[in-house]
Antibody
Framework: DVQLVQSGGGLVQPGRSLRLSCAASGFAIVNHEMHWVRQAPGKGLEWISHISRFGKSVHYAASVRGRFAISRDDAKNSVYLQMSGLRTDDSSLYYC?????????WGQGTLVTVSS | DVQMTQSPSSLSASVGDRVTITCRASRGIGDSLAWFHQKPGKAPKSLIYDASRSQDGVPARFSGRGSGADFTLTITDLQPEDYGSYYCQQYYSYPLTFGGGTRVDNK
């Protein structure tokens, strides 16, 4: 099956760090650009980051720029989101997604809760 | 940043109804617009891209129209599996931005 399998969420204290992982199955991410999108409880979708093929370029939403870092390991067929300086308003369901600018496949989501 | 405004924010409809959702961009984005459907507790599903092109496997009852700043998603003959929330998203420029969503529930 073609899918994205996410891991790495959980409960973390404000100011701490967390890394999310997204492993592709059934296709090779080397051929694709990848994104992270999040959704706060009961709220809409918020795009937060993009990485091009081979990691040549990255983009971030203003809300996470300077605190979050997207990366990829094509050999492991995975993409990552390193989150640091976490704040309570970062609490969300985080999705990885495949696509150039056109997203066509979503992971199942992983919940991040930032609380003391 | 390009702001995306969806309307209505919610609507009630019955199986078999025709449903139309509108999305407006704060400036012209050509046809760089996608639509997504999200059922409660599930990941979004991609429906439409380039404003009017359907992703593989999307039923023909879903159609998108528009260009520039005004876009619509129409669902003809609403089916039970179509309830949930719908989001538009522009990819004309970074940061990519989503509309606030339209919740479609059972009348």
């Amino acid at each position: 099956d073609v899918q994205l399998v996410q891991s790495g969420g959980g409960l973390v204290q404000p100011g701490r760090s967390l890394r999310l992982s997204c492993a592709a199955s059934g296709f090779a991410i080397v051929n694709h650009e990848m994104h992270w999108v999040r959704q706060a409880p009961g709220k809409g979708l918020e795009w937060i980051s993009h990485i091009s093929r081979f990691g040549k370029s990255v983009h971030y939403a203003a809300s996470v720029r300077g605190r979050f870092a997207i990366s990829r390991d094509d050999a492991k067929n995975s993409v990552y989101l390193q989150m640091s300086g976490l704040r309570t308003d970062d609490s969300s369901l985080y999705y990885c997604a495949r696509g150039g600018v056109i997203i066509n496949l979503w992971g199942q989501g992983t919940l991040v809760t930032v609380s003391s | 940043d390009v702001q995306m405004t969806q309307s209505p924010s919610s609507l009630s409809a019955s199986v078999g109804d025709r449903v139309t959702i509108t999305c407006r961009a704060s400036r012209g984005i050509g046809d760089s617009l996608a639509w997504f459907h999200q059922k409660p507790g599930k990941a979004p599903k991609s429906l439409i891209y380039d404003a009017s092109r359907s992703q593989d496997g999307v039923p023909a009852r879903f159609s998108g129209r528009g260009s520039g700043a005004d876009f619509t998603l129409t669902i003809t003959d609403l089916q039970p599996e179509d309830y949930g929330s719908y989001y538009c998203q522009q990819y004309y420029s970074y940061p990519l931005t989503f509309g606030g969503g339209t919740r479609v529930d059972n009348k």
